[in-house]
C-alpha cells in the first residue's frame, strides 16, 4: 500500500499544476556534465547511470519505471511469474515499430537478449550484474516470450527497466557489432539523427512513437561539457535552453535570473569501507566515524541548498527512505572519542583514504579530513586518477576507505547487493553482519508488488546502517538551470542517475 501511495504522490507531484502551452517545433538543447563514449546499452561506459539520458530517449525498456522506480508496462505490456520464480512470460504490445520500419517482436528481443547474455564480461558491469541470472529465452509467439532463469528471482520486472530492457532493431544485434560499431535503433521518442562520441548526439521526435507525440520537441540535443563554466554561460547566451550546473554555481546561476531547478536523486555522496582491514573492520570505530562526521556542515559549506545530510541510500521521496535511521548517528566528537578509546584507541585512529583525483572530490576530501581530526580520526589521502577508483575494489585493496558518488539503481535491493553485501560490486570485502546477506535472499525471492517485499528492504537498511555498512555523507542531486518558466516536465527520476528528459517541454514563450 505504502508503495503505491508514494507513487502516487509522485505522479500528482510531476504533473504541472496548470496547462502550460508548449513549442512542438522548438529543439531542446542540454548540456550534460556526462557524455556518451558510444550508443550501445551494453557497452561499459553505458553503465553508469549518469550516462543514460539519451539511451532512454531511443531505446524503449520492456518494463517502464515510474519517478519513484515502480515497474509498469512499457514494451511490455504485461508479464507473470512462475510460482517457483524460475521464469518470467512477457506479453509485448503489438504494432510497435523500430526507427528503422521494422516491428517490435518476440523474435528480436530474444535476439537483444542473447546478444547481452553472450557478451559475457565484455558488457559493462552494471549489465553484468543484472543478467548474472539469466538462463535462456524462449519464444513462445510472435509477440510472446519467456525468460527462463538459472536461479529464483523476484527482480526481473526492475532488471527490465534498465539498459538489459533496452531494446534495439535486429539490425543493431545481429552480427558482431559492439560499442562504436553498434548500430542506434531503438523504438523510443526520439530517434538518431547525427552522433559524435563524448561530443554530441543529435535526436529528432519519432513521429510514429506508440506512446504518442504530444507536446514534445522536434528535436533533442545532447550535448557533452565538461567545463561547469562553459555550461552556464551556454544557457545565458541561449545556445541551450537547459543545463546541468555544479552546486556551487547556484548563487551565480539565481543572480543571473536563471530558474534553479534541485532534482534530489537516490544518489549520495557515499564512503566505501574495506571491511577486511583494521581497524575500520571493527564496528565501534566505524561507530565512532559516523559521529565524527557533521553531514549539515558538509551539506550546507559544500552543497549550497542542493544536498541534504544522510546516512541512508535514498531520496525523502522514496517508498525505501526510513527517516528513523537518520536519528542514530548525531554528530558528536565526544561520543566519537569515547567509542574509539572502548575499540582499543584511545590515541585515535590513522586511516588511508582513496582520494579521486578531481576539484569536488578533493574539496570534499579536504573538508573530510579536518572534521574528522577533531574527533582523533588522522586522515591521509592517497590521490589516484578518477578513473583508477576500482583499485579499492580489486586486490590488493588499496585504502581503508573510497569516498564517490553514487548514483543509484532502479531496484533498491540491488543497491544493497552491490554496496553491502557479501561479493557485492562496490564492497571489496566481506560484510558487516550475515544478517544482510540472509535478508537479501529473502527479497530476492518476493516480486515488487509483494508489500512484504519493501518491508524486508527497508529491513535491510536499517541493519545496514545500524552496523555501519557504508557511510553515507549527503544526498546527491542534479542541479539544473534555465530560463524562468522555459522548462515544463523535468521531474526527479528515482530509477538512475540522471533524469529522463523524454517528456520533458518547452514553454511556447521561449525559443
Not at 513521429?207 to 551556454?234: C, I, Q, S
Not at 586518477?385 to 585504502?399: I, M
Not at 544493497?416 to 557485492?424: H, P, S, V
Not at 539544473?480 to 523524454?502: E, M, Q, S
Request: glycine fraction near 8%.
Amino acid at each position: 500500500m505504502m508503495r503505491w501511495l508514494f507513487a502516487a504522490l509522485m505522479l500528482l507531484a510531476a504533473a504541472p499544476a496548470r496547462a502550460v502551452d508548449v513549442n512542438t517545433a522548438a529543439t531542446l538543447i542540454y548540456y550534460d556534465a556526462v557524455g556518451n563514449e558510444t550508443l550501445d546499452p551494453a557497452e561499459p561506459q553505458s553503465g553508469s547511470s549518469f550516462s543514460q539520458e539519451v539511451l532512454l530517449a531511443l531505446y524503449d525498456t520492456l518494463v517502464r519505471l515510474d519517478p519513484v522506480g515502480t515497474p509498469t508496462p512499457g514494451l511490455a505490456e504485461s508479464w507473470k511469474a512462475s510460482p517457483d520464480l524460475m521464469s518470467f512470460t512477457f506479453t509485448l504490445r503489438q504494432g510497435v515499430k523500430f526507427h528503422d520500419g521494422t516491428e517490435v517482436t518476440a523474435d528480436v528481443v530474444k535476439k537483444n537478449l542473447d546478444r547481452d547474455i553472450a557478451l559475457g564480461p565484455r558488457a559493462s558491469g552494471a549489465m553484468v550484474d543484472s543478467i548474472k541470472v539469466f538462463g535462456s529465452v524462449d519464444v513462445l509467439g510472435k509477440y510472446e516470450f519467456r525468460l527462463n532463469l538459472k536461479s529464483p528471482s523476484g527482480q526481473i520486472p526492475y532488471i527490465m527497466g534498465g539498459i538489459v530492457g533496452m531494446v534495439a532493431s535486429e539490425a543493431s544485434v545481429i552480427g558482431d557489432g559492439f560499442g562504436v560499431s553498434f548500430k542506434a535503433v531503438g523504438a523510443g521518442p526520439y530517434r538518431l539523427k547525427s552522433f559524435e562520441s563524448n561530443v554530441k548526439t543529435v535526436m529528432t521526435r519519432n513521429e510514429d512513437y506508440w506512446g504518442g507525440t504530444a507536446g514534445r520537441p522536434a528535436a533533442f540535443e545532447h550535448h557533452y561539457v565538461p567545463d561547469g563554466r562553459a555550461r552556464l554561460n551556454a544557457v545565458r547566451s541561449g545556445q541551450a535552453n537547459v543545463v546541468l550546473i555544479d552546486p556551487r554555481q547556484i548563487p551565480e546561476a539565481k543572480g543571473a535570473g536563471l530558474e534553479v531547478l534541485v532534482n534530489e536523486k537516490n544518489g549520495v555522496w557515499d564512503i566505501y569501507v574495506n571491511h577486511g582491514k583494521a581497524p575500520l573492520n571493527n564496528l565501534k570505530v566505524r561507530q565512532a566515524f559516523m559521529h565524527a562526521v557533521d553531514r549539515q556542515a558538509l551539506a550546507d559549506a559544500l552543497s549550497f541548498g542542493s544536498s541534504r545530510p544522510t546516512v541512508q541510500f535514498f531520496a525523502q521521496s522514496s517508498p525505501v527512505y526510513d527517516p528513523a535511521l537518520e536519528k542514530i548517528y548525531p554528530y558528536d566528537p565526544a561520543k566519537a572519542k569515547a567509542l574509539l578509546a572502548e575499540a582499543g584507541y584511545k590515541d585515535g585512529i590513522e586511516l588511508t583514504h582513496l582520494l579521486l583525483n578531481t576539484t569536488e572530490y578533493k574539496i570534499l576530501g579536504e573538508a573530510l579530513q579536518a572534521m574528522l581530526a577533531e574527533s582523533g580520526i588522522r586522515i591521509k589521502f592517497d590521490v589516484v586518477d578518477a578513473s583508477q577508483f576500482n583499485v579499492f575494489r580489486r586486490p590488493p585493496y588499496r585504502g581503508d576507505f573510497l569516498m564517490a558518488r553514487w548514483g543509484g539503481r532502479a531496484d533498491p535491493l540491488q543497491v544493497f547487493q552491490e554496496l553491502i553485501a557479501t561479493g557485492a560490486t562496490y564492497n571489496p570485502v566481506g560484510v558487516s553482519t550475515p544478517e544482510i546477506d540472509t535478508l537479501i535472499e529473502k527479497a530476492r525471492a518476493l516480486l515488487p508488488d509483494d508489500p512484504a517485499r519493501l518491508a524486508i528492504v527497508r529491513q535491510i537498511g536499517r541493519v545496514g546502517v545500524e552496523n555501519v555498512a557504508n557511510m553515507p555523507l549527503m544526498t546527491r542531486s542534479n542541479v539544473y538551470a534555465f530560463k524562468p518558466g522555459c522548462i515544463v516536465g523535468l521531474v526527479p527520476f528515482l530509477a538512475i542517475g540522471d533524469d529522463r528528459f523524454n517528456d520533458v517541454q518547452i514553454a511556447a514563450k521561449c525559443k
